[in-house]
Structure formats: C-alpha cells, structure tokens
C-alpha cells in the first residue's frame, strides 16, 4: 500500500465510545495480520452505523442498500471468485431486512465472511428496537410499560442452525481477540460469521461496555468445549444472560457453492474472454 | 402471390402433449420452407386445465396469429367447448373418442368429424403424452401434411431410443390405420420443399437468451416467475457450455442484488422476471442507477395488478418500468416488437448498459416471450461488444486519484473493476461526490451538499443526449402518407403489419410508428413524425393507453382514436383491420 491512500481520506462519524471505532481497528489489524492483497478485496456492506465502515477502509468496497450486502456479495464472489469478499452490517441491517439472505448464503456455503456488527438497536435512525434487542428494552417505537415483546433473535444460533460453517462470537472490547477471530474468519473456506458485540452509547443504555463486561466468557474456558461438534456448540450458543459466551463457537469444512460449479474451476467469470462467442451451435439446435 | 394459411389447433388437459405435438408440426414446416407463428395458452394450474396449441403455418413470414382454424385436434371435451366456434367452415376435427362428445349443433355444416380412440395405441406402461404421437400420425393422414416430416421431427425430439422407436410405432400405425378409412388421399394446402434451407423454432425468451449469450453475458439470477422466468431456463440449457453461471435466488430482491454484485465485479448479467417480481427489485433498480452499475432487465409482462394473470398476455406495466424506483434517474427502456428485436436489441442493450453505466429494461410480454415462430438464424458477424469507459489500471498518486464518479462532459466515468491495480473506490447507493463519498458524509464534504448533489445528478442526466443518439427509437413502416397513422409498442407489432397488408388489399392506406425505445423518449422523432400524420389510431394492451400517456407528457399530443384491449389475448390483424375500418368510417 502507497504511504498516500485516496480511500483513507474521511474522518468517521461515529459517536465518541462507539463500539464500532474499536471493530475498524480490529479489522485493520486483521487486514495487517493477513497480509491482504487490498486491490483484491472487495468490502461489501448495508446501510446503518457500523455499515458505514466502508467509508473508511480502503479495499475495493460497495456500499449497499439497507438489508442487501449477502446477495451483492454472492453477486461479486460468483463474478471474481479470485476476490476476497467481506460482507458487513448491523444486526438490523442483516437480521431484519437481511433475515432471508443470511439464512440463504448460510445455506449454500458460500465463501465469504460476514461481520456483524451487534449493537442490539438501530442507530443511524435513532435509536428503535432491532431484532435482536432484548425483551422489555424501552425504544423509540417499543415505549414503557411493555417495552420490546419479541424474542431477540441469537446470530449464533441462528448461524448454527441455518448452516454457517465458521460461527463466532466476539466482544468489541477485546480489540485484538476480534482482529484474531476476523482474521481466521476469512480464511475459513465457506461461509463465515461473527457476532460482534459492540455497545452503542447513544441508543442502548442497557447493553453496555459494562454490561457485556460482566457477562462475556471465553468458550475455550467452559467444560466440554468443541467447536468440531456442532451439537454442544447449539448448546453453548443457547447461552444468553448471565454468561454470554465468546470465541469461535464451531467450524467445519463444506464444499462451497462457488467451489462446487464446473464454471468456476479454472478462471473466474471477470476474466473469460468475451469478445469471440459463437451461438451457432445454439441456433442449429432449434432448427 | 396471396399468401396462403393452414391454421390448427391442439387442444386438453396438460400432460397430454398438446404443445409438443403443435410444436413439432411447426417444426417440420420449418424445416419445409414453410413458416409458423406458435400460440400456446395455459392457465396457472399444477395439472390439469385447457391447453391449447395454435399453430399457423403459411407460405410467406408469419408476423401473427387468427383464431379461425382449419383443424382441431381434441383431447378432453373442454377443448371442444372452448374452441367449437372457431372452426372455418369445411374444418376437421380429430377428436379422442373416449374423452370428448361432439355436439354437432355447435359445429358449421360440412365440418369433418374423426373420431379415434387415442389410448389404444399407448403401449401398456406408456405414458399419456404419447397419445400426441397417435394424434400427430391421424393429422397427418387426415390433412396431407407429410408423415416422413412428422418422422424426422420425433427422431430429432427424442433423446433415447425406446421413445423415439415406441412414438414412431405409434405415429406409423395410426397414420396407416387413418388413411385405410378414406376415401381419397388428402393433399395438404401448402407445399412442402425439400432441402430448404434452415430456420430456427423460437420464442421471444430463448432469442433474448441467445443475445446474452452471444453478448458475453456470463451471469444470471433470478427467482421463478411465469412467462419471464423461461429466459433463465435457457440460460441454464443453453449458456452452461458457455460459461455462464446463473444462480437461483431466495427471491427477487437477491437476485436483482446479485447481478449488481457481479456488475460491479466486471461481468455482464441478466435477470428476467415478470411485473410482481420486478416490483421487489425497484428499490435496487434505483441502486444500480445511483451507484451507475451496468445491469440489464426483462420483464415479461402478465396481467396485474398483483399476482394477477399469471399466464395471460398485457401490456400495462410501461407506465411502471418507466418510471419504477424513488428519485431521478435516466434509464433504458426498449420494448422489442418480435424476435428479431428480442435479439438484436438485447445484444445492443447489453453494450449501452456498459457505455452509459445506466439500467437497461427489455419490456416483453407472454404473447411475445412465448409465441414461436420460425426465424432464420441470426447474424452474428456485424455484432460487436463494447464495453465503454473502463478504468486502465495505474499506480494512484495523490495529484492523480481515482475518481470512480468523475464528472465528464458525456457523465460517463471510466470504471473500475475490482482487481485491478490504482481502482479502489467505494461504489455506493448514497448520493456521492466524485469520489463516491456520501454527500454529506462529513464536515468537509456536507458544506459543499447542495453543489455535490446538483453535479452529480447533473452528470446523470448528461448522459441522455448522447444516449437519445444511439438509439434506434423509432421505427416507421409504410408510405410517408397515409389515410391512418397507426402508433403501438411491443408484441403488437406483429398484428399492425399483417393488418397493414390486409387493408392494402382494400385499398386503405395505413402506415406505423413503432415506439421501440420508450425510455429516453424519442419526443422529436415522435413530433416530427406525428405532424405529418393525417389522423392517428394509438393500440394497446392496456386499459388507459400508457404510451398514450407517455406521448402527450412528452410532445402535448393527443391520439385521435384509440384500440386499448385488455381480455387477456394477444392482438389480431383482423381486429385490427376492423377498428381502422370503424375509425375511417
């Protein structure tokens, strides 16, 4: 990299304290640590606060509609299978409007990494309830005395169960134990997730630094830790409350969509020549 | 010479082969130097229902279809009762006798009845469908149309030997047993030629599918929806070997995402879909505009609103493609009104998606997306693909950055794919600057908002007068004056010309503008031409005449008459011809 980047030239507008100044540095790190070829990596993110970190990294990026990063991923993986593709977004970003994609991409094992940054509200709008808010959290739109009445959805689980096969889980106060995990995230071949708890400090008063503090456990420390066996790791993962554990919850290696298809064995799409195509093969044939 | 007709119809319950035993009696005229123009109507039904195979053949090209029928062949007594009254008088019917009772007061005088028991001939184990080879071998004997044609035409249709042995067997016995209970020997009323040369069976879907092929399209995704999703079927059959990739998506919203995920990544891509799917994919319609990604669309119209018609004809979601997404933007909208335009203006969208960086709609309908007709192959040679502005990878140097949005005087701005070295940039769905930053992302940047927003919607728009350039909006057929000037858009085409014809024979001069690119609009074309017309007659399949609409926002001109149709059938020349009768009257 050129010690003048052009795609470094805007200062964030996060909140001061947000959560997501600690997972920019911690995906820089892993950047560093992984050695990656950044004409080569293509950052494809959603809309809302912690999507905004496309602004401020200097891959190739595209910066999407709200909900849709998985499916402009897969686009751009299935396109440049030689590309390193990171899709990113809140937990509204990717469990709201982005439910469907997430449990499809899962599904057929693409090879990409998906970092979510979980904040358990909706920011850039102000401070709403997000799919994976608590139950009782007051917002915006769920006033006392009720509060949020839905089950917060759990990304681990969800992950696990829809068939991700790298699933972790990480607190954005452990900085460098997230640019670790982010790191072996992308270089799982398959489908990659990590839940990265991150407080927010303008809309979440109930999930904060301090909070998640004194709750979050690293996995490798509890009895009967395999993250070879996806059973105990849905149960490790049904953990919410007292102990919230962190770390990589379960891995496993799976053909990938894009490994799988006889297209994509030697040069990408981008790269096939496309000027000498002959259709008359075609045309006989409907004669 | 007048042109000759032979019209027939296949008519039952799906399953019983009606629509391949049309299309192999349109493939073999093909092959015979005749033509066909292909009906097929189904309704939205897993089993069962009227389906219905029109198959018109003649002597001269075929640009469309008449109800009247010369033959009827009959599976099921619902297709007796659908299409008794069509029959032209002296017409046969060819009728299964265990399924369908003919009630001869529905039938003109003088119509032949041929009853045969179609099953019989099934052998034990054999599936319904091959009843079509019994019908296709009485047909043949009933009509004169040449068995040794039907022959070859089932030997090239089956892949594995026991069918194509067991449906020959069929054909030949049925064919023998039918023509030992004539009296005479029935000649058919065209002539077939040998050693004529070829010309392809094909509907409007599978030549937009070739275009993409042919336009190094090497990415589709989609989700299944009737009659637009048959483009990704022959994608799949036919684009494979060509290294195309086409991914089955969770749902419109993926798949649009998708082919803007790969438009980015450097590789042309299509999707197909009809009006319900394309209403989910707006929102990011409007992203690959905002973010000026190339992407190219079909949508195959049915009748709406909602899930409405799934497998009927209309022409009413122009006003909708037009203008589908929030905010402004240019688009292309290029509305072909037959095969050869589903093909050659596909392979030119595919190159204009690319040199303006725009999203490209191909407007279709089911009569169009699903009606074959014979075509002779298409010439490839003059096609040539271009790709636009592309970025040339260099070193970026800070009195030199890469600006993926830069203003230019065309507002088009060299792209970069991503991989190549010096071209890292934020591509974006927000209103950006130059650089694709968020226009009011920062300090710096949000004092200059209001200048930011205005160049770059500006350079947006810049595009149009070059785009209007390139394209061959406008089509005019017949004499520069004439009695009537017809105005119509897409599948109509087709009808417009054959009634053209028929009211030359009477000595009604007409003459047509198609409107063949409704976005830009062609408004000083369409001016020019329309002050020389005497009186106007806009047709469409529509209930409010949108291009009517379109037309009047554009240039303040108001059709004179109008021919709006909406009952879920295609146009016919002969309607036609009425309503311009009516309107010259």
């Not at chain 1, 850039?124 to 309830?129: D, M, N, V």
């Not at chain 2, 830009?520 to 020019?528: G, K, Q, R, S, Y």
């Amino acid at each position: 990299m050129a010690a003048f980047d052009n795609n470094l030239s805007y200062v964030p507008t996060w909140c001061a304290g947000c959560g997501n100044f600690g997972i920019l540095n911690a995906w820089k790190k892993a950047m560093v640590e992984l050695d990656l070829d950044l004409e080569q990596t293509v950052l494809v993110a959603g809309i809302g606060c912690s999507s905004k970190i496309s602004q401020y990294v200097n891959t190739y990026r595209i910066e999407t509609l709200h909900g849709r990063s998985l499916p402009v991923a897969t686009g751009v993986k299935l396109a440049n299978h030689n590309l390193t593709v990171i899709a990113e977004g809140g937990d509204g970003d990717g469990m709201g409007l982005g439910m469907g994609h997430f449990v499809h991409t899962a599904r057929r094992n693409l090879d990409i990494t998906y970092f979510i940054h979980n904040n358990q509200v909706y920011g850039l709008t102000k401070g709403q309830a997000s799919p994976a808010s608590d139950l009782g959290m007051i917002t915006k739109f769920t006033p006392p005395p009720l509060g949020n009445m839905e089950r917060p959805i759990n990304i681990v689980k969800m992950a696990l169960s829809v068939g991700a096969t790298f699933v972790a889980r990480a607190s954005v106060a452990n900085v460098s134990g997230l640019a670790t995990l982010m790191a072996e995230a992308i270089r799982h071949p398959g489908f990659a997730v990590i839940d990265i708890l991150q407080p927010c400090v303008s809309f979440n008063h109930v999930n904060t630094y301090q909070w998640y503090g004194q709750r979050v456990k690293p996995l490798e420390d509890m009895d009967g830790y395999d993250p070879a066996n996806l059973e105990k790791s849905l149960a490790f993962a049904g953990l919410w409350g007292e102990q919230i554990p962190v770390g990589l919850f379960y891995r496993e290696i799976r053909p990938t969509f894009n490994g799988s298809l006889p297209q994509l064995a030697h040069e990408p799409l981008a790269k096939q020549e496309i000027n000498n195509v002959d259709i008359t093969k075609i045309m006989k044939l409907l004669c | 010479m007048n042109k000759q007709f032979y019209t027939c119809l296949f008519g039952g319950e799906a399953g019983y082969g009606v629509m391949s035993a049309g299309s192999m009696i349109a493939k073999g005229a093909n092959r015979s130097g005749l033509w066909s123009f292909v009906v097929n109507e189904y309704p939205s039904l897993i089993k069962g229902g009227l389906n219905s195979c029109l198959v018109r053949l003649s002597d001269q090209s075929l640009t469309g279809y008449e109800e009247p029928l010369n033959f009827l062949g009959l599976f099921s007594q619902q297709a007796f009762d659908f299409h008794s009254q069509q029959l032209k008088p002296g017409a046969t019917i060819l009728y299964d006798s265990t399924a369908v009772i003919i009630d001869e007061s529905k039938v003109p005088e003088g119509t032949v009845l041929y009853p045969l028991s179609l099953q019989q001939y099934i052998p034990k184990g054999g599936a319904k469908i091959m009843g079509n080879s019994a019908m296709l071998g009485a047909f043949s004997a009933l009509t004169g149309y040449p068995l040794a044609v039907l022959r070859q035409v089932i030997t090239d249709e089956f892949h594995t030997e026991k069918l194509r042995e067991q449906n020959i067997a069929i054909l030949e016995e049925v064919y023998a047993y039918v023509l030992s209970t004539l009296p005479t020997e029935n000649i058919f009323p065209l002539h077939f030629q040998q050693d004529a040369s070829p010309k392809m069976f094909i509907n409007g879907n599978e030549a937009i599918s070739l275009a993409a092929i042919q336009a190094g399209c090497k990415f589709s995704a989609g989700y299944p929806m009737t009659p637009g999703s048959s483009v990704l079927s022959y994608l799949v059959d036919y684009g494979t070997d060509y290294g195309l990739v086409f991914k089955q998506a969770e749902d419109e919203i993926a798949a649009i995402n998708m082919l803007i995920g790969a438009s980015f990544a450097g590789v042309r891509s299509i999707g197909s879909t009809s009006g319900g799917g394309f209403a989910l994919m707006v929102e990011a319609l409007g992203f690959a505009a905002q973010a000026e990604l190339p992407l190219v669309m079909v949508n195959a119209q049915r009748g709406g609103p909602s899930t409405g018609l799934p497998t009927r004809t209309a022409q009413a979601d122009l006003n909708f493609v037009v203008h589908a997404s929030q905010g402004e933007f240019p688009r292309i909208v290029v509305a072909p009104g037959d095969i050869e335009e589903c093909f050659y203006e596909t392979f030119r969208v595919f190159n204009l998606a690319d040199k303006y960086q725009v999203p490209c709609i191909i407007l279709t309908d089911k009569f169009l997306a699903d009606s074959s007709v014979s075509q002779p192959l298409f010439d490839t040679e003059k096609l040539s693909i271009q790709r636009g502005k592309l970025f040339e990878p260099k070193e970026q140097t800070p009195d030199n950055p890469y600006l993926r949005y830069q203003l230019s005087p065309d507002g088009v701005s060299p792209r970069a794919i991503p991989g190549q070295i010096g071209g890292r940039h934020i591509a974006t769905s927000y209103t950006h600057g130059e650089d694709g930053f968020y226009s009011s992302g920062n300090h710096e940047y949000a004092q200059n908002e209001p200048a930011t927003v205005v160049a770059g919607t500006d350079k947006l728009y810049n595009k149009l007068s070059f785009m209007e350039k390139d394209l061959p909006s406008i089509k005019v057929y017949g004499p520069a004056k004439a009695d009537l000037t017809i105005i119509a858009w897409g599948s109509t085409k087709g009808a417009v010309l054959e009634a053209m014809e028929l009211a030359s024979n009477q000595g009604i001069v007409i003459n047509f503008l198609q409107i063949l690119y409704i976005s830009p609009f062609p408004t000083a074309a369409v001016e020019l031409f329309i002050q020389q017309a005497k009186k106007t007659l806009l047709i469409e399949g529509n209930k409010t005449g949108q291009l009517g609409s379109i037309i009047r926002a554009n240039t303040g001109y108001k059709a004179d008459y109008s021919y709006f149709k909406y009952d879920t059938k295609a146009f016919v020349p002969s309607e036609i011809l009425a309503k311009i009768k009516e309107v010259l009257s």
